[in-house]
């Protein structure tokens, strides 16, 4: 995920280059992406390199629903503009007035030897695309709130039960509203 530019950096506005991520691995902190894949585009525009990625990923997580251990698919589409330190191979001055080095985004850096590393910028993409409620499976039964096991190992004898009997008698009530209703 790691791109030499130089020839991009030199070249005419528009110029691109097609690049493919292949089963690639990114950790951040205690977390692993995994099976990173996707097309990714590098196009110079006028002071720096466009970066366009659709990216798909897989990380572990735990199930929303019944806490267990869940592979959770991530996919994200990416489009950041890279800056290079050797803004002069774009004809450009090192520095505009009002911005210097260290404003720039250091995940969005071209570094001295007109590498552009994407792993940080996309490894913060996938980070952030990934599901608030995973689930292991999109059917997960969840655990039972009455008996609290795993309903997709333990088919408890609670779900028929689930009704509040405070409410079972207004239920019935309802029921024979509906009726005479009719
Ligand atoms: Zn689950
Ligand atoms: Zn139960």
């Not at 089963?23 to 099976?35: A, C, K, P, T």
């Not at 071209?110 to 608030?132: K, R, V």
Request: aromatic content about 4%; overall charge negative.
């Amino acid at each position: 995920m790691i791109y030499n530019v130089a020839s991009l950096l030199t070249g005419e506005l528009g110029d691109s280059e097609h690049h493919e991520i292949e089963n690639e691995r990114i950790v951040l902190g205690d977390r692993s992406l995994n099976q990173i894949s996707g097309p990714v585009r590098l196009m110079r525009t006028d002071a720096t390199v466009l970066v366009s990625a659709e990216i798909e990923a897989v990380t572990q997580d735990s199930c929303s629903r019944c806490l267990e251990p869940a592979s959770v698919n991530v996919s994200v589409a990416m489009d950041e503009e890279f800056s290079p330190i050797n803004a002069s191979l774009m004809g450009k001055t090192k520095n505009r007035p009002d911005e210097d080095e260290y404003s720039f985004d250091q995940a969005l850096i071209i570094d001295e030897q007109n590498f552009l590393d994407l792993t940080e910028g996309l490894g913060q993409a996938l980070l952030s695309a990934i599901p608030i409620a995973p689930l292991c499976m999109d059917d997960c039964l969840g655990i039972c709130p009455i008996c609290t096991v795993n309903r997709n190992t333990i088919h408890c004898s609670c779900v028929k039960s689930s009704v509040d009997p405070r409410w079972a008698g207004l239920a019935g009530l309802l029921e024979k509203g509906a009726e005479s209703a009719d």
